[in-house]
């Protein structure tokens, strides 16, 4: 999390800069510039063009000069703390509007062409977007524009592009007359500037020679040059302020929907905040939010405070503060950085306090208006402070506008004392109460004081932030205790698990009740688990155990008790199930489990039959001898089962004939049918069972062999026993099958295997997972281009996924805050592939090919091993997208080629110089059927 004025931070896409210099308005070119150089210098680099060709930057200006936001004015707008919002998953309890907006900002550079180097976003304001576009234009200078009307478009700056051409900019104007928009209206589209903007390298070495910088090394002449009053009117096709360099940039808007929000002000600060809990709703079906209660417009956070100090209708932001439970706040107050002292204060109405720590020991009080502007003439009638004229202020306290210093301007004047703890309450009172005592006046006179100018230098970040931690961890702790009404369990918990062993590292985590949820159940534990971890405690994997065995109860419970099977074939019938595999080309690890049964999942994928034939195939028939005799064929093994013991008493991942077993228990096999012995329910079934299975794939392969294998299994016992299973209670079936061997997974693979096409497959949050499928055209993976443009090729580099899903899940039990906005995007990705193959667009079916490729990584570094990538840097020239299949990485890759020369040339490469001695190509095709059951 943020903590420092100047901040340089790895992040999957794009590093990103907080520039928090007072000398620099917000907004400004110079700012910009300024920023963008000091984050160079900072990376290190020798060459900045070399460093801008290999970075991505995220520029937020952190607003230092926050004349109308006293409470943040000392760290900037940007690094404000921002509670976690109910509703949401996956917040930190330790966030700034910095780290909500470079999430946002992250996502929107995944669908930016490489060409657009540097974002540039405000600190004082948040877009949230209801969907990004798939894929950003190539140009010089994007800009993210909101629709928006001409009254509201008249207190910003604001875009016009003409009806004619709408994938370019027209011109600017800041801050137009409301008619001067209705009159254009006719012939432009208007959208609010929202001060999100991406540029190439071109337009950053534009921009900074108009601010005075030709050569990067050398900053003397760097001169203000405002990024938004003088760069955005020279923009565009009929630039209003036309400048020759500027204007031969190439300029578009993106029209974007959702909310705009602002924290320029003090009370904006408490409004915006207030539409977040209002916007963010979460569908939790499982109980995972419970009964976590809000009370609008009232933000408490960092704070040990008594709820009888505040009205319980009024509004208020207290932040990083100890209130006495004899305080009075009777509404619309802000109240930051008050240390720990016993007193007694009413704070009326409108009125905020923020207490700044000076040097090592004393404070600076500043209090103020809750809508104090901070700006005008010491002695103009309009220039307020405490909410009324400053004159007034002055006059009841027996002081003059002379006692104020040589300061003309109210942001200049020296108005707040510095003192020392103990005489905190004594000063708040006389600096806020509406008739104060005039004996402190002389040493208000005689004390040091500083103006709001001075306080953005003279205050102790390290002291703030320090407050600001103690007071957090005591919040942590009370939260716990309350976890009912509290959003505790839907915080990143391995965030709030790390804040809270780094301040009290021998902290016992109290228990909760065991009638609580399954899902604050599993978070419960998973979070104890990590804590444990971070202390060094062998106990951490039996807490994570637990968080998994609850998990798998809840699954299997919704799973009904088999019953004795009844045999459904003739002595002398074959029972033959045979499936494809998948390929999942996006949307892979939304429909794991937990992730899946709170948000639900998307994926898409289609069956294959590999070199003409369905790779998967079962086969069932009655035998004489009271057993059950399973073989494999690909592994030439065999193993004869005559007990429950040997059939269901030791099932794991690590038996060649796990699948089976678990299959077979469930089909009634087991004891769970009631039965005394296996004996028995094979009298009963009619005779014993010869099962013969067969996966002519290479193992690890990422095709989703063992699930799709563990399906057509169930299909077939379906069949052979009569139990009239549908193709959902075979998909659920499977799913509950790996819970039974704790291997975990989720539900796409035997879906996208038993499912024939290709097909986007979607479930809504709950514990029953039934995917609903809409299938799409074959056409763009039919024969004109399998093989033959679209590629498969064998690797010989497997990867088993077990670990890399238990890790993953890990993080979905901990609501991992990168984990979820990565998985999120995992699953917004299926829309543009589905639309791709809606309409047959070869290249963009590779570009989004290839972010899941991205986005996969960014969920699991490990999923592309180094022999994989030095693999394909052979190729990357003649590729629109590549991934490897599967969750973990697994040994076969699909390969998006540009054309079919381009195709020929990969084979020929990888061909003359495979990565393995196994390496190959293989022939696929889409199966039109799926999964197939037959009897002789």
């Known amino acids: 999390m943020v903590e420092n004025f100047h901040q340089l931070e790895a992040r999957p896409r794009a590093s990103w800069f907080a520039t928090c210099d007072p000398g620099q308005p917000l907004g400004s070119g110079g700012g910009t510039a300024h920023a963008l150089l000091a984050a160079w210098r900072a990376s290190g680099h020798q060459d900045f063009y070399g460093w801008l060709a290999e970075t991505r930057i995220i520029l937020i200006h952190a607003g230092g000069q926050s004349r109308r936001l006293p409470a943040y004015a000392a760290v900037g707008k940007a690094l404000m703390p921002i509670p976690v919002i109910r509703g949401s998953l996956g917040q930190s309890p330790d966030q700034a509007l910095a780290d909500i907006q470079a999430s946002l900002c992250d996502e929107l550079f995944d669908r930016a062409p490489d060409s657009l180097r540097v974002m540039i976003i405000s600190g004082d304001a948040l877009l949230r977007p209801n969907h990004w576009p798939n894929f950003l234009p190539s140009a010089d200078v994007v800009c993210m524009g909101l629709r928006t009307d001409a009254d509201t478009a008249r207190h910003f700056g604001a875009f016009y592009v003409s009806h004619r051409t709408p994938d370019r900019l027209d011109f600017v104007l800041q801050k137009p007359p409301a008619e001067q928009t209705r009159q254009l209206a006719n012939t432009h589209d208007c959208l609010l500037d929202t001060g999100m903007w991406l540029l190439s390298e071109a337009a950053i070495k534009t921009l900074l020679a108009k601010c005075g910088v ?254 600001r931690r103690e007071l957090l961890v005591r919040s942590l702790t009370k939260m716990q205790e309350n976890h009912r009404t509290s959003v505790l369990y839907s915080m990143d918990l391995e965030r709030t698990a790390a804040i809270l062993h780094a301040k009290a590292p021998n902290a016992e985590l109290p228990q909760i009740p065991a009638d609580e949820s399954l899902v604050k159940q599993m978070n419960d534990r998973m979070f104890r688990s990590a804590f444990l971890r971070l202390q060094g405690s062998p106990d951490w994997e039996r807490a994570e155990s637990e968080a998994f065995a609850a998990l798998r109860k809840a699954i299997l419970d919704e799973m009904p008790k088999p019953e004795a099977p009844v045999c459904g074939v003739a002595h002398d019938q074959i029972v033959w199930g045979r499936s494809p595999l998948r390929f999942d080309l996006a949307g892979g690890w939304t429909d794991t489990p937990p992730y899946c049964l709170l948000n639900g999942g998307r994926v898409l994928n289609l069956a294959v039959n590999l070199n003409g034939q369905p790779p998967v195939q079962v086969f069932l028939r009655r035998s004489e001898r009271k057993d059950i005799l399973l073989r494999s064929i690909d592994l030439g093994t065999e193993q004869r089962l005559s007990g429950f013991a040997e059939l269901s008493g030791n099932i794991t991942e690590a038996s060649e004939f796990s699948l089976a077993q678990a299959a077979l228990t469930l089909a009634g096999f087991g004891p769970e049918s009631g039965q005394s012995s296996l004996a028995e329910v094979l009298d009963h079934f009619g005779g014993g069972v010869e099962m013969s299975l067969l996966a002519a794939v290479p193992k690890g392969s990422g095709l989703g062999t063992s699930s799709i294998l563990a399906a057509t299994i169930l299909a077939a016992l379906s069949e052979f026993c009569r139990l009239e299973w549908t193709s959902a209670d075979v998909l659920a079936k499977t799913m509950a099958l790996e819970q039974i061997l704790s291997t975990g997974g989720g539900w796409q693979d035997q879906a996208g295997g038993c499912l024939p096409g290709i097909k986007e497959l979607e479930t809504r949050p709950g514990l029953v997972q039934t995917p609903l499928c809409r299938w799409l055209p074959d056409r763009i993976l039919g024969p004109d281009n399998a093989n033959s443009v679209a590629l498969l090729y064998y690797t010989g580099i497997t990867r088993v996924a077990k670990s890399v899903l238990r890790e993953i899940v890990r993080g979905m039990f901990l609501n991992s805050g990168p984990r979820l906005d990565t998985l999120r995007r995992i699953g917004e990705n299926v829309d543009p592939a589905a639309d791709a193959i809606q309409r047959n667009d070869w290249e963009a079916l590779g570009k989004s090919v290839r972010r899941s490729w991205e986005l996969n990584q960014q969920l699991d570094s490990g999923t592309n091993p180094p022999a994989v990538q030095a693999m394909l840097d052979q190729v990357e020239d003649y590729l629109l997208g590549a991934k490897l299949l599967g969750a973990g990485g697994g040994g076969f890759l699909l390969m998006i080629a540009k054309d079919r020369e381009a195709a020929q040339r990969i084979r020929q490469t990888l061909t003359a110089n495979p990565p393995s001695p196994k390496a190959r190509f293989f022939d696929f095709n889409i199966s039109p059927v799926g999964l197939e059951v037959t009897k002789s």
């Open 214 to 467: 030709d050569d990067p090394n050398d900053w003397t002449r760097l001169h203000e040059y405002d990024l938004y009053s003088d760069f955005g009117p020279a923009l565009g096709a009929s630039p209003t302020a036309p400048d020759e360099e500027v204007s031969a940039l190439k300029a578009a808007v993106i029209p974007v929907f959702g909310q705009f929000m602002h924290f320029g002000t003090s009370r904006q600060l408490i409004e915006s905040v207030t539409r977040m809990h209002d916007q963010t709703h979460h569908a939790a079906p499982l109980g995972f939010l419970t009964s976590a209660r809000r009370r609008p417009s009232q933000h408490t956070q960092n704070t040990a405070f008594d709820r009888r100090s505040i009205f319980e209708d009024r509004a208020y932001w207290l932040e990083n503060s100890f209130i006495p439970p004899t305080w009075t706040l009777k509404g619309d107050n802000v109240v930051t950085g008050l240390p720990f002292i016993e007193s007694t204060i009413v704070l009326e109405a409108g009125i905020c306090l923020d207490i700044a720590p000076i040097g090592e020991a004393d404070f600076c009080v500043r209090p103020y208006g809750i809508d104090d502007a901070f700006k005008g003439a010491i002695a103009a009638a309009d220039t307020h402070l405490l909410g009324r004229p400053i004159e007034t202020w002055l006059t009841s306290r027996g002081l003059i506008v002379d006692d104020l210093g040589p300061a003309t301007d109210i942001q200049s004047a020296h108005l707040f004392p510095v003192v020392p703890l103990q005489d905190l309450p004594t000063w708040i009172e006389w600096m806020t109460g509406p008739a104060p005592h005039e004996d402190l006046s002389d040493e208000w006179r005689r004390a040091k004081r500083l103006s709001a100018n001075a306080l953005l230098t003279e205050a102790n970040a390290s002291r703030i932030y320090a407050q």
